[in-house]
């Protein structure tokens, strides 16, 4: 499905939903759509949600430009989308992407270009588990002066290992790359490369609760003036992480479908030659369809009659020997 140019005066420019069970949207392409307050694309509220293989291309708001998701009872899965190319003059625009939810599935996302006042990348929240792998966030950049984040994942109690993220190119004025709340967390391959951070600032900030552990294990922060990791907040470990050091970092692949081909077919009146050929057929087909029926009916009495014949024959009394 493909969704251009869609506006809503409050939430929501192309979709709204507010559903008591399971929203899906997949394969679907959203350009240049917008709404006044929040979700460019979508505003969601639900039980469970799944998008996947999604393209947010030019979609603005002031909250969400692609997505906002306030609210998900249960499941929240994400997987294989591209958001791309998003920009915004209001001094109060803020994330990408906002979506909180009860757990968080994230695979194969990418994030790309994209200039907000505030924070531009996503914010994902959950209440119990969040599992992220395969991130890709390209030049995004914060044009105000508040203090924020490029992006962030917030408020979880029960997490998996988040890994094999790229974050390369990016730019704060004031504040950090990626900010995090959640404790006991296992960051794995995170590839922090080429980010414009102010020197008094970190790439990283971290804020943890009763100096809980945050392990950051594989990871590489490299070609930035600004310190790498804020432990004020906490207590963070690191596990064969490299540092300033080096300059330049080979990223792993990212295995996405970014935007893909979406169909673009807009379907027209035949004209009416078309027309009469088609009905010519079928009413052919109809004749030929009763034939055939009439045919089969014609052979099945006759051979019904031959049979009741020689019946009759073989019962006739003037045959018998006595």
Known sequence: ??????????????????????????????????????????YIIANN??????????????YG????????????SFEGCS???????????????????????LADNNFSSISLAKSPGPFFTSG???????????????????????????????????????????SV??????????????????????????????????????GALTNFVSCVFSATKAKSIDSSKG?????????ESVEVTELPHVTSQGCWGHSHYKWTKPNTAVIVLVIIAVALSLVAAFVYVLLNKWKIDKKLAEENASIIENDDPGTSLI
């Not at 992220?132 to 992006?151: A, C, D, H, M, P």
């Not at 207590?235 to 540092?243: K, P, S």
Request: glycine share 6%; charged share 10%.
């Open 1 to 42: 499905m493909t969704y251009t140019n869609c506006h809503a005066d409050v939430d929501g420019g192309a979709i709204f939903v507010i559903f008591n069970s399971f929203v899906y949207c997949n394969f679907s392409s959203f350009t240049n759509c917008t709404s006044q307050n929040k979700g460019g694309a979508m």
């Open 49 to 62: 949600t799944n998008i996947t293989q999604g393209c947010f291309t030019q979609c603005s708001s002031q």
């Open 65 to 76: 430009s692609a997505l906002y998701i306030p609210l998900i009872q249960n499941n929240l």
């Open 83 to 105: 958001i791309d190319r998003i920009s915004s003059t209001n001094e109060k625009s803020e994330w990408s992407i906002y979506a909180s939810s009860h757990d968080l599935y």
């Open 128 to 170: 119990h588990m969040l599992n992220n792998t395969r991130l890709t966030i390209y030049n995004l950049n914060q044009t105000g002066q508040e203090k924020s984040y490029v992006f962030s994942f917030s408020g979880v109690s029960m997490n998996k290992e988040v890994n094999e993220s790229n974050i390369y190119g990016c």
């Open 173 to 210: 004025r004031s504040g950090h790359i990626f900010f995090t709340t959640i404790e006991q967390m296992i960051f794995s391959h995170f590839y922090f490369t080429n980010n414009n951070v102010p020197e008094d600032c970190y790439v990283v900030g971290a804020e943890l609760q009763n």
């Open 235 to 243: 207590t963070i470990q690191t596990d064969e992480t490299v540092f």
